[in-house]
């Protein structure tokens, strides 16, 4: 089969290439990719700036059916409409797997990473990952899941949005659209803020029920400030908007080392969080939340576009166009 690769160390190195099909083992299933989102890890795959196992199917953000079941699987999911964890196995015996923190875990072995990941027709996972999602939940919206998971774990157990919280949002991405949505769901009052080419996103924000503004209005101040945008001067702004005492959590990877005022941590006194990746609880919280409707995955999704047109998907998703982009191995 056709999936998207990383074949060798280093800026580019990427094409669509023959992988071997994924073969059932005990534990596991085998899914039919039905949506796979396009995210920022994986354009730092492609610039080298995460180092990956070579040659390696990308791609993370997965939904699809379950086509084949391995021994000792339950045999209903056989059919199911599924999202999945990202971790394909972890050590299960160091501080981190011990305590639940798997996503610390050293040994951490990733889909799309370390393992092959989404961007083809079939996708190998454990059992384990798997999490049914309501029938009426598009095929393609679903991928979000994965981010929205992510988004939950940094918010609601390593953060924190208490009611009636001001809170700002840096960068309204698909990440930055999520944890607003997260965080008003926590009782924050949410202010969402871009730059002037965000134009298209702070109105989908707005279509949310958020304020926005951009760069160029006055700076809001926040007892919660939510970093999604990964850039300096994002962050450098975040900083400055939050209030003494004040909470500061990073969300976005700049992908590179960047220089901020982070003096003013110790002179606000700031607590700073943040999280990494998603553990299981946070994916049952996700999935609460988009069952109850709380969180909507259907606005963000701008494009769904088949595998081949991969480079086009890339370069939309770098150029901020749209809010998320998927790829469907089906088309």
């Not at 596991?28 to 396009?38: F, K, P, R, S, T």
């Not at 160091?94 to 875990?105: D, K, P, Q």
């Given at each position: 089969?056709?999936?998207?690769?990383?074949?060798?160390?280093?800026?580019?190195?990427?094409?669509?290439?023959?992988?071997?099909?994924?073969?059932?083992?005990?534990?596991?299933?085998?899914?039919?990719?039905?949506?796979?989102?396009?995210?920022?890890?994986?354009?730092?795959?492609?610039?080298?700036?995460?180092?990956?196992?070579?040659?390696?199917?990308?791609?993370?953000?997965?939904?699809?059916?379950?086509?084949?079941?391995?021994?000792?699987?339950?045999?209903?999911?056989?059919?199911?409409?599924?999202?999945?964890?990202?971790?394909?196995?972890?050590?299960?015996?160091?501080?981190?797997?011990?305590?639940?923190?798997?996503?610390?875990c050293c040994e951490r072995r990733s889909i799309g990473v370390e393992v092959d990941g989404a961007f083809a027709p079939r996708l190998l996972v454990p059992e384990r990952n798997l999490h049914r999602i309501p029938d009426w939940l598009d095929d393609h919206a679903a991928a979000l899941a994965e981010p929205l998971a992510c988004v939950c774990h940094s918010l609601l157990e390593r953060g924190g949005v208490g009611a009636g919280d001001d809170v700002l949002v840096v960068g309204p991405g698909p990440i930055g659209l999520?944890?607003?949505?997260?965080?008003?769901?926590?009782?924050?009052?949410?202010?969402?803020?871009?730059?002037?080419?965000?134009?298209?996103?702070?109105?989908?924000?707005?279509?949310?029920?958020?304020?926005?503004?951009?760069?160029?209005?006055?700076?809001?101040?926040?007892?919660?400030?939510?970093?999604?945008?990964?850039?300096?001067?994002?962050?450098?702004?975040?900083?400055?908007?939050?209030?003494?005492?004040?909470?500061?959590?990073?969300?976005?990877?700049?992908?590179?080392?960047?220089?901020?005022?982070?003096?003013?941590?110790?002179?606000?006194?700031?607590?700073?969080?943040?999280?990494?990746?998603?553990?299981?609880?946070?994916?049952?919280?996700?999935?609460?939340?988009?069952?109850?409707?709380?969180?909507?995955?259907?606005?963000?999704?701008?494009?769904?576009?088949?595998?081949?047109?991969?480079?086009?998907?890339?370069?939309?998703?770098?150029?901020?166009?749209?809010?998320?982009?998927?790829?469907?191995?089906?088309?």
């Amino acid at each position: 089969m056709l999936g998207l690769t990383k074949l060798a160390p280093g800026a580019g190195n990427v094409a669509l290439a023959e992988r071997p099909e994924p073969t059932v083992r005990r534990g596991h299933v085998v899914l039919e990719v039905q949506a796979a989102g396009i995210c920022g890890t994986d354009l730092l795959i492609v610039d080298g700036g995460l180092e990956t196992a070579v040659p390696v199917t990308m791609g993370h953000e997965a939904s699809g059916g379950v086509v084949e079941i391995g021994e000792d699987v339950d045999s209903s999911w056989l059919g199911a409409r599924v999202v999945a964890e990202t971790h394909f196995s972890t050590c299960g015996r160091c501080a981190f797997c011990l305590a639940g923190r798997t996503n610390l875990c050293c040994e951490r072995r990733s889909i799309g990473v370390e393992v092959d990941g989404a961007f083809a027709p079939r996708l190998l996972v454990p059992e384990r990952n798997l999490h049914r999602i309501p029938d009426w939940l598009d095929d393609h919206a679903a991928a979000l899941a994965e981010p929205l998971a992510c988004v939950c774990h940094s918010l609601l157990e390593r953060g924190g949005v208490g009611a009636g919280d001001d809170v700002l949002v840096v960068g309204p991405g698909p990440i930055g659209l999520l944890a607003a949505q997260v965080a008003r769901s926590s009782g924050g009052r949410v202010h969402v803020r871009g730059t002037p080419r965000d134009a298209a996103r702070l109105a989908a924000a707005q279509g949310l029920g958020f304020e926005t503004s951009t760069t160029a209005d006055d700076l809001p101040e926040a007892d919660v400030v939510v970093e999604c945008s990964g850039s300096a001067a994002g962050i450098a702004s975040g900083l400055v908007a939050a209030r003494r005492g004040g909470r500061y959590v990073q969300i976005g990877l700049a992908g590179k080392p960047v220089t901020v005022p982070f003096d003013l941590v110790c002179f606000g006194e700031l607590t700073v969080t943040s999280g990494a990746a998603s553990i299981p609880s946070s994916w049952r919280a996700a999935l609460d939340l988009i069952a109850s409707r709380v969180v909507q995955l259907e606005p963000l999704l701008s494009a769904v576009l088949p595998l081949e047109r991969w480079d086009e998907g890339l370069a939309a998703a770098r150029a901020g166009e749209g809010i998320k982009i998927v790829l469907d191995p089906r088309c």
